[in-house]
């Protein structure tokens, strides 16, 4: 299993980014896919999760509204478009599969400063 996360950076305020997550070795199609972050000196948390094929997704209270979590079984590629961030969305985000045991990307660095 390999998830690779990408899209992540600098952002004002306000902004926008957009997370992807590319995976590979496993039937993506099959799986529940998760964002989550960590803060620095915080624990790790779940933001945002989607259905195998969709058609559910839950978000953490402190994102509703703002992000959204969608996915692309023809491209084993799962998004998370964040809107109106704040400096508290600052943190590393990864994606995330269980598939039998937990399987981690390496991490996007998000930054939300003026």
């Known amino acids: 299993v390999q998830l690779v996360e990408s899209g992540g950076g600098l952002v004002q305020p306000g902004g926008s980014l957009r997370l992807s997550c590319a995976a590979s070795g496993f039937t993506f199609s099959r799986y529940a896919m998760s964002w989550y972050r960590q803060a620095p000196g915080k624990e790790r948390e779940l933001v945002a999760t989607?259905?195998?094929?969709?058609?559910?997704?839950n978000y953490a209270d402190s994102v509703k509204g703002r992000f959204t979590i969608s996915r692309d079984n023809a491209k084993n590629t799962v998004i998370l478009q964040m809107n109106s961030l704040k400096p508290e969305d600052t943190a590393v985000y990864y994606c995330?599969?269980?598939?039998?045991?937990?399987?981690w990307g390496q991490g996007t660095q998000v930054t939300v400063s003026s």
């Open positions: 989607i259905t195998s094929a969709g058609g559910s997704t």
């Open positions: 995330y599969v269980h598939k039998r045991v937990g399987y």
